[in-house]
């Protein structure tokens, strides 16, 4: 299942994330990729740099990174995991 989940989701791994803590506004990248998990039967969890959260274990939820680059702008990573 791993290698299916890295063809599904690598097509977003490098795309930005503008990180605003002023607007609520959803990512279209974000919406994409959790209309994807929830078509496959998961859950998507995203965690970005210093992100708290618990570490329970889930067979039904993906965790993908969002990364800081050195340029400042938040991107997605290419790790994604059952978890």
């Given amino acids: ?9 690598n097509k977003f791994a490098g795309k930005e994330i503008p990180v605003s803590f002023a607007s609520n506004r959803r990512d279209p990248t ?3 990729m ?4 929830k ?5 998507l969890r995203v965690w970005f740099p210093d992100t708290l959260g ?8 993906i965790n993908a990174y969002v990364n800081k680059e050195a340029d400042g702008k ?4 290419n790790n994604f995991k059952i978890g």
Avoid at 34 to 37: R, T
Avoid at 54 to 61: A, K, W
């Fill in 1 to 9: 299942m791993a290698q299916d989940l890295t063809k599904l989701f």
């Fill in 30 to 32: 974000l919406e994409e």
């Fill in 34 to 37: 959790e209309n994807l998990a």
């Fill in 39 to 43: 078509a496959n039967g998961l859950i």
């Fill in 54 to 61: 618990t570490m329970d274990l889930r067979n039904d939820r």
């Fill in 74 to 77: 938040y991107r997605v990573g």
